[in-house]
Structure formats: structure tokens, C-alpha cells
């Protein structure tokens, strides 16, 4: 538990289901009040704001779409109005549809980039004016195919490495305000995004396969880091990737 995160403010986007969700609960059991974006899973996140408010805590469910910012202005609107200020924004929706980069369609460049990557440059920009309390904390959400090809990634490959560019240069701009930029770099897991992966069943298995800790990752083994990043043990670490992916990564 992380006392300094009581009472503390936090959006988490794409928070219905899937890293998201497990990033919210986790956040809420800390005391923080948590804003639950969603995109189109309305009755999910209803679900996610329920629960956390049958354990006590405090959640409100938000519809945006991070791509797109005259959404932005309305969910940022709405959030200084209901919670008048922010401590913590966790950038986890992403967007993307499977397929070869060489077939991506320049509308559908467009849409990646901005949900997936230009909504962290964003949010931020709406975020940091309301972070009046003297506490910041910004995460993002990326994989390893920001930094290494994964077949059938597309436009999601470029987009993780243009959110990792993104994020080591707010954590250079806002480290001098005391706002601290970080990301946690997540290994397979089985949600939703997951599923749609070309091959996804071998690719699954291959995974488990090759991970030395000898199971995939679940939203909560991301949802610990994010929250340690978002707590005061965490107060030097600045424009850094947490890799949480038991192991993978070190095997060639
Ligand atoms: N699962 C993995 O193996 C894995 C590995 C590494 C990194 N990641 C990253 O972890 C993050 C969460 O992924 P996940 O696996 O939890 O995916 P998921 O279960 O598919 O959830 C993705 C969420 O993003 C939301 N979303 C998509 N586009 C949006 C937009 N334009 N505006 C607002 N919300 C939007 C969706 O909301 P609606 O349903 O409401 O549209 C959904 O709740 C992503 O950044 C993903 O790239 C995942």
C-alpha cells in the first residue's frame, strides 16, 4: 500500500476491461478516485466503476476517444468540473488493427498514431494545467514491438515507438515541474488485444513457451508496477521503461 496515493486523482483510458481495468481497481484500492475512460464499452466500464465501488472506493466512467481531441477537451471538461483536479493520468488505450505495414492506409496511419501515440502528447497538455497539488504522475502503456518487429503488428509497431519517443521527452520537459514521465513495457497477455494478433493461439503458446517465469502476463502483474510508478517509491525514476514480462525478453 502506497499511503501518499489516498485521496489522489487518476484517469486511466481504455480502463473497461484488460490492463486498463486491473489498473484502475488496483489504483482505487489505494484510495485514489479514479476516472474509468472508455471508448465504446460502455456497460463494461459501468461494471469497472461497480466494483470499485463495492470494495468502498471512489470511480466515475467517462466516454472519450483518446484520437481525437475535441474528445479530449469534453473528457478533460468533464474531469475539472467533477474532480477539479489530476494527480495521475495512466495512458493505456491503444488502438490498431492487425495487418502488414506495407497494407496500412494512410487514414489508417492517422488513426493509430493519434490513439495509439499522439494521444499521450495530448492528454498531457490538457492534464498538466490540472495538476495544481504538487503531484504528477504520468505512465504509459507500451510493448515490445515498439522496439522489434512483430508479424501482423502494423501501424502498432511504429506507434509504440513513436509513445516511448513521446514519453522520454515529457519526462525531460516536466521533470523540472516535479511531474514524473514513465512507462511500463508489458509482455503478451491474454486480453482482448491479444486475440486479434494474427496466429494468436501459437503465438500464445510459443510465448508461455519461452517465458522463463513460465506464464503469460496478467493485467494485474502491470497494474502493481503502474501503481508503484504513480506512488512516491518511485520519485527518481524519470523517462524510464519498467519491463514486466517475466522474463521474455531475455530469451533470444
Ligand atoms: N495484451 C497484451 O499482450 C499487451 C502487451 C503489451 C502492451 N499492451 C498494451 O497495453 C494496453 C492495454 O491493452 P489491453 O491488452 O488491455 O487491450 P484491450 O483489452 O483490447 O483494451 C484496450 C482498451 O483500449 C480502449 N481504446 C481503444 N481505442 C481507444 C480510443 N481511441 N479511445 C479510448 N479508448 C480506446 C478500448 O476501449 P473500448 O472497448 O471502450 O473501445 C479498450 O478498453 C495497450 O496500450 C496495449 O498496446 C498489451
Keep these: ?23 484502475a481497481v488496483r489504483l482505487a484500492r489505494e484510495g485514489t478516485r479514479v476516472v474509468v475512460n472508455y471508448r465504446r464499452s460502455m456497460s463494461d466500464a459501468e461494471k469497472v466503476v461497480s466494483e470499485i465501488k463495492s470494495e468502498g ?8 476517444d483518446v484520437g481525437k481531441e475535441e474528445s479530449l477537451d469534453r473528457l478533460f471538461e468533464k474531469i475539472k468540473t467533477e474532480l477539479g483536479h489530476l494527480d495521475i493520468v495512466v495512458a493505456n488505450a491503444a488502438y490498431g488493427v492487425p495487418g502488414e505495414l ?8 492517422e488513426v493509430t498514431l493519434a490513439a495509439s501515440a499522439r494521444s499521450l502528447l495530448d492528454m498531457t ?3 498538466v ?15 515490445d514491438g515498439g ?10 509497431g511504429p506507434a509504440k515507438a513513436a509513445l516511448e519517443s513521446i514519453t522520454r521527452g515529457l519526462a525531460f ?28 493461439d501459437e503465438v500464445i503458446k510459443h510465448a508461455r513457451h519461452h517465458t522463463p517465469m513460465g506464464r503469460l ?17 518511485a520519485n527518481m525514476i524519470c523517462g524510464q521503461f519498467i519491463v514486466v514480462d517475466g522474463g521474455r525478453g531475455i530469451v533470444g
Design 217 to 233: 502476463v496478467e493485467p494485474e502483474d502491470i497494474a502493481r508496477v503502474v501503481t508503484f510508478l504513480t506512488s512516491n517509491e
Design 173 to 200: 520537459e516536466l521533470a523540472p515541474k516535479g511531474i514524473l514521465v514513465n512507462g511500463v513495457l508489458a509482455g503478451l497477455a491474454e486480453t482482448r488485444a491479444a486475440g486479434s494478433i494474427p496466429g494468436a
Design 57 to 64: 472506493g471512489e470511480a466515475v466512467a467517462i466516454r472519450a
Design 147 to 156: 522496439q522489434k518487429v512483430i508479424p501482423g503488428y502494423g501501424v502498432v
Design 1 to 23: 500500500m502506497y499511503p501518499e496515493l489516498k485521496e489522489k486523482h487518476a484517469l486511466v483510458t481504455g480502463a473497461a476491461r484488460g490492463f486498463g481495468r486491473a489498473i
Design 102 to 109: 506495407m497494407k496500412a492506409t494512410s487514414k489508417y496511419w
Design 129 to 143: 494545467p490540472l495538476m495544481t497539488k504538487g503531484y504528477g504522475r504520468i505512465i504509459s502503456i507500451t510493448s
Design 125 to 127: 497538455r490538457r492534464a
